[in-house]
């Protein structure tokens, strides 16, 4: 009776935190939310298709006249692409819009289309100047997008309050528009940038044609990879980490099979999925050699198999086949492994751990009080401030251009501890993947390991299917 009592008197004391439309909020309240004319007529604009040509053929030979051009661009159609999104939170059901992280979205994606669709045309390079630090600004402002939309979906995993193809939609469509918004801001920035410099050289070396590009030129926020050193930071950045959790144990090699690639592409994407594979592959490998080998055994002189990659090469596309020996996984979970819907019980494990993240600091918000995972946390969370810091700064990060945060994705990958599993960073690389038109599988032999086969497209060919258009 005492601790009913005491769960009724806190329900009461944190009511307003429980509404899906804070008290004194300018954004979220019912009126603002289903009748804004302002964001109802932006949202009835068509948002204009852009592939990694358009871009190509925009910056390979600048001049001020295309950069103002490309500056009231992202002037103009980021506002367009941030109201169809918001008019697609808006069309959520109430269970899942009302749910913290969720909300969270929605006014930072408002916040970011109010302050767009105010600026003015860009007509001087010093106007573009100080545009391009505004579009870093919101850039930066919305790190934290990400790991509450990660969030949020294990919340409304833990709710079952959408069924799992439906929330792979809505995580996909997110994430995938996410992406094509911030290629366009970084593009633009970045060509900024690089013009910026060539005509400081220019005047230095009195003339010159230094802004002409290369043949294979794609844009400026796409760097030169090589497939092996890519993996062998991967790899290093991991195996340091897990040489602190099992120090006296030899740690499984990498071995690389086929040339080392040299391509363009976002390097902090390529570095995410990379990382990502390999890490649940060396985990795995660990965890089966120490099962099959008994935890108490000396681990000096025994070394955990290899994880091996094997790459292929074509004209147009590059295949990784990463193998390991981690005892694999049951047919009936290996295509949940590409899915955000995970079962409430899973959602309850992964969420855990965000919550354990060290350097994590965010408040929860109870959407539904009566469900007893929620209720558990809420004396704890309800006292925490309303930011988020270190950790899940971190995780947002990835989507930074390398030439802006370079190794960022790697760093924070380094400082999310190994023994924490999120649940949905496989499902975010299959995203990443598709988005490039490429294909991420798994093939497992339940007991003995498994096969993940990425195969990425060649983005200086084809790349009028590349799906920079996804508003």
Not at 58 to 83: C, D, H, Q, W, Y
Not at 137 to 152: S, Y
Not at 256 to 267: H, R, S, W
Not at 277 to 293: A, D
Request: aromatic letters at 10%.
């Amino acid at each position: 009776m005492r601790s009913q009592k005491a769960a009724l008197e806190e329900l009461a004391h944190n009511i307003n935190r429980l509404q899906p439309f804070h008290p004194g909020s300018l954004i979220l309240n019912e009126q603002h939310f289903y009748q804004n004319s302002i964001l109802l007529g932006w949202s009835q604009k068509n948002a204009h298709p852009v592939t990694l040509r358009h871009l190509a053929n925009f910056g390979r030979k600048m001049t001020s006249e295309k950069i103002l051009a490309s500056a009231n661009f992202v002037r103009t159609e980021l506002p367009i692409r941030l109201s169809l999104k918001i008019k697609e939170l808006q069309s959520l059901p109430y269970q899942v819009i009302s749910n913290y992280h969720l909300n969270q979205v929605y006014q930072s994606y408002y916040h970011c289309f109010n302050a767009f669709r105010r600026v003015e045309k860009i007509e001087t390079l010093e106007d573009n100047e100080d545009f391009c630090d505004f579009v870093k600004n919101m850039l930066d402002d919305h790190l934290i997008v990400l790991p509450h939309l990660m969030m949020g979906a294990l919340e409304v995993s833990i709710l079952k309050i959408m069924s799992q193809s439906d929330l792979d939609k809505f995580m996909s469509s997110m994430v995938r528009s996410r992406i094509s918004r911030r290629v366009i801001m970084d593009q633009h920035t970045s060509m900024s940038k690089t013009f910026m410099e060539s005509l400081r050289l220019q005047k230095d070396d009195d003339g010159g044609d230094n802004d002409i590009k290369p043949p294979d030129y794609i844009g400026e926020a796409f760097q030169l990879c090589s497939t092996h050193e890519h993996l062998k930071l991967s790899y290093n950045m991991i195996i340091n980490f897990l040489q602190g959790l099992y120090p006296n144990m030899q740690m499984p090699e990498l071995v690389i099979n086929g040339d080392d690639l040299k391509f363009q592409f976002m390097t902090n994407h390529l570095s995410y999925i990379f990382t990502e594979i390999l890490r649940n592959s060396l985990r795995s490998t660990i965890e089966q050699f120490i099962k099959l080998n008994g935890r108490d055994r000396g681990f000096a002189q025994m070394s955990p198999p290899p994880v091996c990659v094997e790459i292929t090469d074509t004209k147009y596309e590059m295949t990784f086949k990463i193998s390991d020996q981690g005892g694999g996984i049951p047919l009936e979970k290996l295509e949940s492994v590409w899915s955000f819907g995970k079962s409430p019980e899973l959602a309850k494990r992964y969420l855990d751990s965000f919550h354990a993240l060290p350097g994590l600091d965010l408040p929860t918000r109870l959407p539904i009080i009566e469900h007893q995972y929620f209720q558990k946390r809420s004396e704890h969370e309800m006292k925490r401030p309303e930011k988020l810091a270190g950790m899940l700064d971190n995780i947002g990060q990835m989507e930074m251009s390398s030439s802006q945060n370079k190794n960022s994705m790697l760093k924070s990958l380094a400082s999310r501890p190994f023994e924490y599993t999120l649940g949905v960073s496989l499902p975010m690389c299959k995203v990443y993947t598709d988005y490039w038109n490429g294909v991420l599988e798994m093939c497992s032999v339940e007991g003995y390991g498994s096969d993940v086969f990425l195969k990425l497209q060649k983005l200086g060919h084809r790349d009028e299917r590349l799906q920079l258009d996804k508003a």
